[in-house]
């Protein structure tokens, strides 16, 4: 009877990175969807997972892989956290925290992978220089906290 097959040490640095570089495509695709239609985020999926820049950069920079996965999921969970503030927001009912919560997670550990502060200043630039404010109306204190708390916590 044989014992387990040792792991080398190259498949263990580089097997979640393979994972995280693969789900990536997907959070491209639901980010991309959210802000215009399925055909682009089908395009958009396909680029990213064909694109010879993201294999380099995956393949060289381990733990840009972690970063990119974290900071587009964030993306994702705060645009989430936008429309649900903005549907709810004429229901007079705020559920919508979870999201606010999954996105300072995601920025959190996003931070935690590799330090590039400036990247919260993405998002909220996105959301503070477009007109649309009545499409996207601002999250109130108590998410931001919520926000920036899990992103401590996490990070």
């Known amino acids: ?24 495509a997907g959070v ?15 395009l958009s999926a396909l680029l990213w997972s064909a694109g010879t820049i993201a ?28 429309k649900a503030s903005a549907i709810n927001a004429r229901q007079y009912v705020k559920p919508y925290g979870k999201w606010c919560v999954a996105a300072g997670a ?22 503070y220089l477009p007109s649309n404010r009545k499409e996207y109306p601002p999250l109130c204190r108590r998410d931001f906290l919520l926000l920036l708390g899990t992103c401590a916590l996490c990070s």
């Not at 009877?1 to 990536?24: I, Y």
């Not at 381990?62 to 956290?81: P, Q």
């Open 1 to 24: 009877m044989a014992g387990p097959v040792p792991c080398p040490d190259e498949f263990a640095v580089r097997f979640p990175n393979v994972v995280f570089g693969a789900l990536t």
């Open 28 to 42: 491209i695709f639901a980010l991309v969807e959210e802000l215009f239609s399925v055909e682009v985020a089908l």
């Open 55 to 82: 294999i380099i950069d995956n393949r060289l920079a381990k733990e840009d892989t972690l970063l990119v996965f974290c900071a587009w999921l964030g993306y994702y969970f705060y645009i989430r956290a936008k």
């Open 106 to 127: 995601s920025f959190g550990l996003m931070l935690a992978s590799k330090y590039f502060p400036h990247y919260w200043g993405l998002i909220f630039l996105y959301y």
